[in-house]
T-cell receptor, first 116, second 110 residues
Framework: KAGVTQTPRYLIKTRGQQVTLSCSPI?????VSWYQQTPGQGLQFLFE???????NKGNFPGRFSGRQFSNSRSEMNVSTLELGDSALYLC???????????????FGPGTRLTVL | KQEVTQIPAALSVPEGENLVLNCSFT??????LQWFRQDPGKGLTSLLL?????REQTSGRLNASLDKSSGRSTLYIAASQPGDSATYLC?????????FGKGNQVVVIP
């Protein structure tokens, strides 16, 4: 079974631009979560989607948004990029249990975003 | 808010020694705990998942324990090898999200 895939793997943007990252979950997984990893803050939760609905959101500004499609693929968008948005963005998928429980998360290779 | 701590941030061990990595968390109301491995510039590889009702999980040379009441988990790696050099991350699952520690960067010296 193919793992979680993320595209593109590397991106270079300039301040003020916007960017869209894509994530394809493991076949049969309906929950997709996004995380930001930086050297200073470590891994931080951005948001989680299930059945095309955002179920949970971390503490990030509104410039960070996402969506999920009917085939469970997900995209995240960052508008008006800032230097501090430079990070590794990781996507994780899991089988989606009922709300209030939590399944094993499987991560993709990440997208390395550099903002100049 | 769940806080996850991993100490020390970095450690080196000679090949063949057993590795012991510690993780502590502040809120015991968790659903599970996952240990991950991350190689430089790469994504996360899941090593072990312990459900909140379990005390430990084992896979090959790896063993992880969980003590919810004290907010602690320990990852044991037996007979370490140079290929075990990586960053090991502890993540606590709850509220449809994972809360991560900042990791233990491990170097196994041949």
């Amino acid at each position: 079974k193919a793992g979680v895939t993320q595209t593109p793997r590397y991106l270079i943007k300039t301040r003020g631009q916007q960017v869209t990252l894509s994530c394809s979950p493991i076949s049969g997984h309906r929950s997709v979560s996004w995380y930001q990893q930086t050297p200073g803050q470590g891994l931080q939760f951005l948001f989680e989607y299930f059945s095309e609905t955002q179920r949970n959101k971390g503490n990030f500004p509104g410039r960070f948004s996402g969506r999920q499609f009917s085939n469970s693929r997900s995209e995240m968008n960052v508008s008006t990029l800032e230097l501090g948005d430079s990070a590794l963005y990781l996507c994780a998928s899991s089988l989606a249990p009922a709300r209030g429980t939590y399944n094993e998360q499987f991560f993709g290779p990440g997208t390395r975003l550099t903002v100049l | 808010k769940q806080e996850v701590t991993q100490i020390p941030a970095a450690l080196s061990v000679p090949e063949g020694e057993n590795l012991v990595l510690n993780c502590s968390f502040t809120d015991s109301a968790i659903y599970n705990l996952q240990w991950f491995r991350q190689d430089p510039g790469k994504g996360l590889t899941s090593l072990l998942l312990i459900q909140s009702s379990q005390r430990e999980q084992t896979s090959g040379r790896l063993n992880a324990s969980l003590d919810k009441s004290s907010g602690r988990s320990t990852l044991y790696i037996a007979a370490s090898q140079p290929g075990d050099s990586a960053t090991y991350l502890c993540a606590v699952g709850g509220n449809n999200r994972l809360a991560f520690g900042k990791g233990n960067q491990v170097v196994v010296i041949p």
